[in-house]
């Protein structure tokens, strides 16, 4: 079992900058890969920007160039960095640990972007 702890989402104004923290219970390394992803209300949960165990980062095209997904293996977290926020960025934020076949969620961070 993977227990995940996000942290770090609040209330924004635009233009404003967030971090979000996910500990995980195991080390990170040991994951397939780990991302963010978000749900809007009334939308779908959507991948926000993943890493793999190797290092390789993608991101939603949404968020390319505001964002940065990162991590420290020796503390077993990932981060979001937030940049340039926009009202469109609101969301709930959950963090995602994946290795096949299994799938772990975190409780969710919210983020809110508003003036």
């Known amino acids: 079992q993977v227990r995940l702890v996000e942290s770090g989402g609040g209330l924004v104004q635009p233009g404003g900058s967030l971090r979000l923290s996910c500990v995980a219970s195991?080390?990170?390394?040991?994951?397939?890969?780990m991302g963010w992803h978000r749900q809007a209300p009334g939308k779908q949960r959507e991948l926000v920007a993943g890493i793999t165990s190797r290092g390789v980062t993608n991101y939603a095209d949404s968020v390319k160039g505001r964002f940065t997904i990162s991590r420290d293996n020796a503390k077993n977290t990932v981060y979001l960095q937030m940049d340039s926020l926009k009202p469109q960025d609101t969301a709930v934020y959950y963090c995602?640990?994946?290795?096949?076949?299994?799938?772990?969620w975190g409780q969710g961070t919210q983020v809110t972007v508003s003036s």
């Open positions: 195991v080390h990170i390394l040991s994951a397939n890969s």
């Open positions: 995602n640990y994946w290795s096949s076949p299994y799938n772990y």
